[in-house]
């Protein structure tokens, strides 16, 4: 069993950031790829930011230049450092890890609201 534990969503202002954590726990022998997605209400989930065990990454075009995604392999946890936060980030983030066999675990999803 694998759990992903998240930590780092709040309320922020416009310009503001944040620093999103999680790690996943358990008996898993790999991760490949950690990332993040998010749903704001109302609209379709979006491909937030990903990245390898190589350390290769990948942005959705919303975010790019304003987020950064990194990884910790030795403790299987992946961190995304938010700036510039806009209204339009305001959403409920997951993270999720692949495993062996293309197998995915998610976490419980973290609230970000951001607003004056």
């Known amino acids: 069993q694998v759990q992903m534990a998240e930590s780092g969503g709040g309320l922020v202002q416009p310009g503001g950031s944040l620093r999103l954590s999680c790690a996943a726990s358990?008996?898993?022998?790999?991760?490949?790829?950690m990332g993040w997605y998010r749903q704001a209400p109302g609209k379709q989930r979006e491909s937030v930011a990903y990245?390898?065990?190589?350390?290769?990454?990948n942005y959705g075009d919303s975010v790019k230049g304003r987020f950064t995604i990194s990884r910790d392999n030795g403790k299987n946890t992946v961190f995304l450092q938010m700036n510039s936060l806009k209204a339009e980030d305001t959403a409920v983030y997951s993270c999720?890890?692949?495993?062996?066999?293309?197998?995915?675990?998610w976490g419980q999803g973290t609230q970000v609201t951001v607003s004056s």
């Open positions: 358990g008996t898993i022998s790999s991760i490949d790829r």
């Open positions: 990245i390898f065990s190589s350390g290769r990454t």
């Open positions: 999720y890890a692949v495993g062996p066999y293309g197998v995915a675990y």
